[in-house]
């Protein structure tokens, strides 16, 4: 399994900015797919998942602002981030949990990408 994020960039607060991830390789029909950011000096945290029957999460921090989205045929990944904030500023991670039935914690996430930086600035 391959995972590899591109999109990320800088933005002004209150602007938008969509992050994309192609994953490869998967061979099971169960997973879940998630976006995680982890700035400097502070733990990776989970910010938006999707399972394999379309279900959704977000973290308090940005719901209602960011959105997860798949699609299905290419096993494509995207986050559309939105409102964005100066605290949304990280590295943000594509990862996916391989045969796992719902969105678990981020120890069950066995794939990552390199991550992309994304910077908002005031």
């Known amino acids: 399994v391959q995972v590899a994020e591109s999109g990320g960039g800088s933005v002004q607060a209150g602007g938008s900015l969509r992050l994309s991830c192609l994953v490869s390789?998967?061979?099971?029909?169960?997973?879940?797919m998630a976006w995680f950011r982890q700035a400097p000096g502070k733990e990776r945290e989970g910010v938006a998942f999707i399972n394999w029957d379309g279900n959704t999460r977000y973290s308090d921090s940005v719901k209602g602002r960011f959105a997860i989205s798949e699609e299905h045929a290419t096993k494509s990944l995207y986050l559309e981030m939105n409102t964005m904030k100066t605290e949304d500023t990280a590295t943000y991670y594509c990862?996916?949990?391989?045969?796992?039935?719902?969105?678990?914690?981020?120890?069950?996430?066995?794939?990552w990408g390199q991550g992309t930086q994304v910077t908002v600035s005031s």
């Open positions: 990862a996916a949990d391989v045969g796992a039935w719902s969105c678990r914690g981020k120890e069950a996430f066995d794939y």
């Open positions: 390789g998967v061979s099971s029909s169960r997973y879940c």
